[in-house]
């Protein structure tokens, strides 16, 4: 049985959520292995809108353990506020397990976030002031909270310490009773540790001897391959490795044990927050995809910028991820568009560039070259087979997946987890 990694293809908001959703039904494990809840999923199911934030989409399928792995930074207040609304809509929130060594989100770190934005001015990233940054820059300072210290409250208060004597310091231009207090964030810490412990395993051998005994475990990966820390449009990104190769550093399974990639990708593109973005669109076209495609982020409410289709994104993307399998999503937002453009490469001080631009500056100047592909108007929405889609929308697939270098195998036309229809096979029939 496989290991199927789902990463989103272009910035993120790709509809991961309803994809590994869907493959949840069918397999043993879904494991987020990167982020926190500084991005969101939106998963319909008959009828019922689920905004996930920190948990895996898997959580929302009888029968599939869902796995917070060791890569993900937790906000323990945000876990149990999104267990607790689950638990009173009627899903079982029992089968969850978080490695011991994922990273907390501390309260002051929080603060830190936004005096960070605040400090950048023109110059800001666009954060989603979570928490999420400064908690990867201690993991990575090893100043950094675990879950494990929990249960070691001599341990818990020596690392608070430690990491308040440089917060502190930073935070020293501000009022005093702006500042953190080591005993409070040690003991509004300790409260969480009776709830977590039951959770709490070792990731890495659960998951290893899952597949061991010929179980499917799915990977979810937050935010997407633009927005990795090491291959996307740095500084405009986020502070984990959204690429595939994290699916295996943010839970402890070799990467010899990946079967397959799933890419998911808009049938055209969105993105939150600061960076280049070569197809966006800032006319009506633009806010006509907002509108009908509900372009709003889930965790942050913020409206998403829009643009076409853009190749050379799915194919880079294709390439670091090693993509075998794209899932195509939304396309039902385009239906009534008479002609719609897909970038398939850039204009780059008077060339013709059709690879990711090696350096920042030329992908903040690239300009979209577009080739326009003819659109359609029936409704698309109940369609169950690839060929039911209009000629058109058929066509507008084939072309975009040439266009792309990997095989589009599933198509969304609709939010429903029954809207999707199938090409091709994302796990065996015995899966």
Known sequence: MPAVVIVGAQWGDEGKGKASDQLGTRVDYVVKYNGGNNAGHTVVVDGDTFALHLLPAGILSPGCTPVIGNGVVVDLEVLFAELGDLQRRGVDTSRLKISSSAHIIPSYNKRIDALNER??????????????????????????????????????????????????????????????VVEDIVQELLAYAPRVAPMVTNVSTLLNKALDAGQTVVFEGGQAAMLDIDHGTYPFVTSSTCTAAGACSGSGVGPMRIDRVIGVAKAYVTRVGEGPFPTELLDKSGEYLRTVGHEFGTTTGRPRRTGWYDAVVARYATRVN?????????LDVLTGIERIPVCVAYEIDG????????????MHHAK????????WSEDISQCAAFDELPDTAQGYVKRIEELSGCRISAIGVGPERNQTISRFALLPESA
């Open 368 to 375: 979209p070259i577009y080739e326009y592909l003819p659109g």
């Open 119 to 180: 400090m950048l001015g023109e110059r800001k990233l666009g954060t989603t002031g979570r928490g999420i940054g400064p908690t990867y820059a201690d993991k990575m300072n090893r100043i950094g909270l675990r879950i494990q210290d929990l249960f070691d409250p001599s341990i818990l208060r020596q690392k608070v310490t430690g990491a308040l004597r440089q917060k502190n310091q930073m935070l020293s231009q501000l009022p005093a009773e702006e500042h953190f």
């Open 351 to 362: 060339m013709q560039v059709e690879d990711m631009p090696e350096n920042q500056s030329d």
């Open 322 to 330: 090693s993509m075998t399998d794209i899932v195509l999503t939304k």
